[in-house]
């Protein structure tokens, strides 16, 4: 099974701050990675696709770069919505889509 | 509009036995890519199992044999069938629709609003 690791597991930014996570896969994926966030008591949110596509709706502030194994997530200005948990998924080889460990961004 | 909505959770006894469903409306669940995936209190995500299109599915090795995902044409509904359930699969159990509706795209843009299974004795 293909394995991802985020980093950091929590982050403190402020308002207005660019912030990266990062997702590493333990086998080359391609650009077959997602993105989530999920706010506390929700639903996760598809954010970004194929790496760095973004998905309906979805601001532009965000973006995702990478390929292989090392993907990144940005934030570019952080906004009080923000504020949440961030997963990343692979579905390079399925099953199991697999999840990263998720990275807590915090104010 | 597409909305997911999962019913059937509660509390059960370890070796019991829940059937979660997941109604949907705006899209047609017999021939969509439809997944679970699970969160337990605090933790992360954790998949569970996938149906295809054309009705193959899938099982995270954790549920595999216990778990069995079947889904129904005319109320056009998801259900996951859960036995011999234990502590471990205390969650709440989200289902999701693939983003390649009758594709496989791999990763879901619409979620339900979860359902909360609490397996304890």
């Known amino acids: 099974d293909i394995q991802v690791t985020q980093s950091p597991s929590s982050l403190s930014a402020s308002l207005g701050d660019r912030v990266t996570i990062t997702c590493r896969a333990s086998q080359v994926i391609s650009t077959s990675l997602a993105w989530y966030q999920q706010r506390p008591g929700k639903a996760p949110k598809l954010l970004l696709h194929t790496t760095s596509t973004l998905a309906s709706g979805v601001p532009s502030r965000f973006s995702g770069s990478g390929s292989g194994t090392d993907f990144t997530l940005t934030i570019s200005s952080l906004q009080p919505e923000d504020f949440a948990t961030y997963y990343c998924?692979?579905?390079?080889?399925?099953?199991?889509?697999?999840f990263g460990q998720g990275t807590k961004l915090e104010i | 509009e597409v909305q997911l909505v999962e019913s059937g959770g509660g509390l059960v006894q370890p070796g019991g036995s829940l059937r979660l469903s997941c109604a949907a409306t705006?899209?047609?669940?017999?021939?969509?890519?439809m997944t679970w995936v699970r969160q337990a209190p605090g933790k992360g995500l954790e998949w569970v199992s996938v149906?295809?299109?054309?009705?193959?599915?899938y099982y995270a090795d954790s549920v595999k044999g216990r778990f069995t995902l079947s889904r129904d044409k005319s109320n056009n509904t998801l259900y996951l069938q859960m036995n011999s359930l234990r502590a471990d699969d205390t969650a709440f159990y989200y289902c999701?629709?693939?983003?390649?509706?009758?594709?496989?795209?791999?990763?879901?843009?619409?979620w339900g609003q979860g359902t909360l299974v609490t397996v304890s004795s």
């Open positions: 999701a629709r693939d983003r390649g509706g009758t594709y496989h795209a791999g990763h879901f843009d619409k």
């Open positions: 998924q692979q579905y390079y080889t399925i099953p199991p889509y697999t």
């Open positions: 149906i295809f299109g054309g009705g193959t599915t």
């Open positions: 705006g899209f047609t669940v017999s021939n969509s890519y």
